[in-house]
């Protein structure tokens, strides 16, 4: 089990960036492949973007480019890059892992995950 503690959301601007990190504390950080979801207002829990053990990644639609993650092994921690930000892109942001032995496979299922964050609100003003 891991634990996860995401940081970085507020308010922007549309056309701002923000960085969203995720902060994970436990063992063996590299054992876990993360992803990304967020859930806006009266709407369901969507995938955003995930990152496999070795480091490659895969993106829904929604990211379009925009958004990306990345992770650093060294300081536990992944990332979302998010640029160009649209109103649309508000939402409770929330990080996930996977402990798997799969090096390359990126989980894109909010139910293939093991732990969750408390997740961390982004609102982007029109």
């Known amino acids: 089990q891991v634990q996860l503690v995401e940081s970085g959301g507020g308010l922007v601007q549309a056309g701002d960036s923000l960085r969203l990190s995720c902060a994970a504390s436990?063992?063996?950080?590299?054992?876990?492949?993360m992803g990304w979801f967020r859930q806006a207002p009266g709407k369901e829990r969507e995938f955003v973007t995930a990152?496999?053990?070795?480091?490659?990644?895969a993106s829904s639609d929604a990211a379009n480019g925009r958004l990306s993650i990345s992770r650093d092994n060294a300081k536990n921690t992944v990332y979302l890059q998010m640029n160009t930000l649209k109103p649309e892109d508000t939402a409770v942001y929330y990080c996930?892992?996977?402990?798997?032995?799969?090096?390359?496979?990126?989980?894109?299922?909010?139910?293939?995950?093991?732990?969750w964050g408390q997740g961390t609100q982004v609102t982007v003003s029109s």
């Open positions: 990152i496999t053990r070795s480091g490659s990644t």
């Open positions: 996930a892992a996977k402990f798997t032995l799969t090096q390359a496979v990126a989980f894109t299922r909010s139910y293939e995950y093991d732990d």
């Open positions: 436990g063992r063996s950080f590299d054992m876990y492949a």
